[in-house]
């Protein structure tokens, strides 16, 4: 990460590791509904399989059981990591943590070991730990979508000051946008 977030576990705070949130976001700040997207946009989901592929990414245990619900298994060619109070029995690809700091030494231990030592980490939601990383994150890859629905979590709010947009590309009903943190 490149600074700032005082309150994060120095784990997090002082990680080498480049922290890239990933997210698709209603212009309503909406992100899901009842467990799942609220939408099924086709080219989104290749979207993240290509940018997230080979990388440690990682996730609330609410967004991980979508994940399983959704396409049966956890992330194929991924190193899940998921944030859990929960004693889950989990399959080789998928690492629990029970914090913000174990799930950072997760991440790094698997870029190392099973990513041929990339320096970057996804941090693909939900709200929860959206929020809990946010001071932290270095990179927004976000799907902006055109569109106001129903939802019960939402992104949560953002200094827009912060980010500079640095990639933009124009699709129909939704844009695919990368914001870097201003240093
Ligand atoms: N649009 C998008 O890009 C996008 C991306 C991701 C998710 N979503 C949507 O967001 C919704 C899920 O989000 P959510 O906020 O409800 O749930 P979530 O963040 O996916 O998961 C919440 C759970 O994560 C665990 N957790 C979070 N922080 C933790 C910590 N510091 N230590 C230990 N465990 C921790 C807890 O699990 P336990 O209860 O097991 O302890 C908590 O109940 C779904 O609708 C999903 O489809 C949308």
Redesign the pocket.
Known sequence: MTGGGDDLPAAVRDTDLELVAI???AENGV???????PWHIPEDLRHFKETTMDHPVV?????YD?ILEAIGEPLPGRTTIV????DLETPENVIVA???DAAIEAAKTAAAERHGGTDRAFV??????YE?FLPAIDRLVVTEVHDDPDGD?RFPERDRDAWREVDRDNRDGFAFVTYDRRK
């Open positions: 997210v698709a976001v992100i899901g509904k009842d467990g799942e997207m996730m609330g245990r609410v967004t979508g944030l859990t109070s929960r029970d914090g913000l693909a939601g939900g709200a929860t730990v809990q979590t």
